[in-house]
């Protein structure tokens, strides 16, 4: 018998989002453990929407309607911040790639299926509403060979120190003042660096200042660069600490600076584990779905929108406005649509 096939809704492919990337890698990661995955992407459509370097086919009319015709039971995985089941898919899954709520979403889940993206996320979860999740799936949302292609070499000749606080101003927060010179990272202007530039940014600077969750903390680890993490109202823990550790990393404005001599080489090691253990757990999850899905009824599968204006654009803004408010769905729509923009 066909294995039942695998949808996971997730936009278009970015370098610079973790969540995206993630989605994306975790359809790579199925296919090359045999499990039938497809990308059922929603949003704009954009110029280049999967990366080349993973196995990630996109969900197409003629795709969804052979399943159906073969009487498959489609299994979908959402993120956190995804409302309901808009693929009416037969089983689902939520996948919490961040706090729920954080970004717009729910605090409890209807889905057949609940994983957080780290254990620190599973535990909030339960803590907080006595919720219970059927574990976690960490997948690192990194490519390792072009970080540790990446050599440290701090400036000493114009020193200065890297801040990342992306969502942190997009929930409303100022970040501190830092003596000497401070480059802040951008996303979202004509001033932001590309992929290669960033990189370089990190090896050179005197330390990583961040506000928020990011892989700019592994990558910093990864590359040697000390980082310094600012607690706040929405960052008070790294999720990836059970995953990976907290070489090289420091908490406060006045600790002093991180000693990052094994943080390249314990973290590489936490990453080689998990992967290890991924393989293994994709295996095992996939038969728990398999096994439901072959009891569930036939559902009418159906595609995700396409346009800038669509459903799901429209409970992410309402989801936002009931956790931030005005300001924080016009701080994510001018985002939402100059990313939209820029990469048409």
């Not at 370097?53 to 969900?59: A, G, K, Y």
């Not at 960490?138 to 400036?155: A, G, H, N, Q, Y």
């Not at 109202?233 to 404005?253: H, P, Q, R």
Request: some cysteine; overall charge neutral; proline content about 5%.
């Amino acid at each position: 018998m066909d294995l039942n096939p695998v949808y996971i809704y997730a936009p278009p492919f970015v370098m610079w989002s973790a969540g995206i990337r993630v989605l994306h890698q975790l359809c790579d990661q199925l296919n090359k453990n045999g499990i039938p995955a497809w990308l059922a992407l929603h949003g704009p459509s954009s110029k280049d929407e999967v990366s080349l370097q993973l196995d990630t086919p996109v969900l197409n009319k003629e795709t969804l309607q052979s399943h159906i015709r073969s009487g498959l039971k489609v299994i979908a995985i959402y993120p956190e911040t995804i409302l309901g089941n808009p693929l009416n898919a037969a089983v689902t899954i939520t996948w919490m790639l961040n706090t729920p709520k954080l970004l717009g979403g729910e605090e409890n889940f209807n889905s057949d299926f609940v994983y957080g993206f780290t254990k620190t996320l599973v535990g909030e979860y339960e803590d907080n509403g006595n919720f219970k999740a059927d574990g976690s799936i960490f997948l690192p949302p990194l490519d390792i060979m072009e970080i540790t292609k990446v050599v440290r070499k701090e400036d000493f000749s114009d020193p200065f120190k890297l801040l990342y606080c992306q969502k942190f101003r997009a929930f409303g927060g100022i970040p501190d003042l830092f003596p000497g010179k401070v480059i802040e990272v951008e996303r979202f202007t004509s001033k932001a660096p590309s992929r290669a530039e960033l990189l370089e940014m990190i090896s050179r600077s005197e330390e990583v200042i961040v506000y928020e969750n990011s892989t700019i903390v592994t990558e910093a680890e990864i590359i040697g660069t000390p980082v310094r993490c600012i607690s706040n109202e929405w960052f008070i823990s790294l999720l990836a600490e059970n995953e990976l550790g907290s070489e090289g990393v420091v908490w406060g404005i006045s600790s002093p600076k991180a000693d990052t001599s094994k943080s390249r080489e314990k973290t590489l090691k936490a990453i080689e584990l998990a992967m290890e253990k991924l393989s293994r757990q994709l295996v095992l999850e996939n038969s728990k779905w398999q096994a439901l899905a072959n009891v569930k009824a036939i559902t009418r599968t159906r595609l995700p929108q396409r346009s800038l204006i669509s459903r799901h654009s429209l409970d992410r803004a309402r989801l936002v406005f009931k956790s931030l408010g005005l300001i924080g769905v016009i701080r994510f729509g001018t985002r939402y649509l100059y990313r939209w923009f820029y990469k048409r």
